[in-house]
């Protein structure tokens, strides 16, 4: 009985990870194919810090687009 509990927690905890990582993929996808270096975690951790991250993804978009060297501090 203790192995269903388990596969069951863990199936939501999966579940969960999928639909988090999905709703910040279109953006991951933006910033990668613009050559601007964002991971998909660094999107997530923006959303829990509150900061917008589609405006942060337009404006390194922008940055990378027009020649500028934007690096993580």
Same mark, same amino acid.
């Given at each position: 009985?203790?192995?269903?509990?388990?596969?069951?927690?863990?199936? *939501? !905890?999966? /579940? %969960?990870?999928?639909?988090?990582?999905?709703?910040?993929?279109?953006?991951?996808?933006?910033?990668?194919?613009?050559?601007?270096?964002?991971? *998909? !975690?660094? /999107? %997530?951790?923006?959303?829990?810090?509150?900061?917008?991250?589609?405006?942060?993804?337009?404006?390194?978009?922008?940055?990378?687009?027009?020649?500028?060297?934007?690096?993580?501090?």
């Amino acid at each position: 009985m203790p192995m269903g509990i388990l596969s069951i927690v863990l199936g *939501i !905890f999966g /579940l %969960v990870l999928v639909l988090i990582i999905a709703s910040f993929f279109n953006l991951w996808l933006q910033a990668l194919f613009s050559k601007a270096d964002i991971s *998909i !975690f660094a /999107l %997530v951790g923006m959303r829990m810090r509150k900061i917008p991250p589609p405006h942060h993804r337009r404006r390194k978009n922008h940055g990378c687009k027009s020649g500028h060297s934007l690096r993580n501090r």
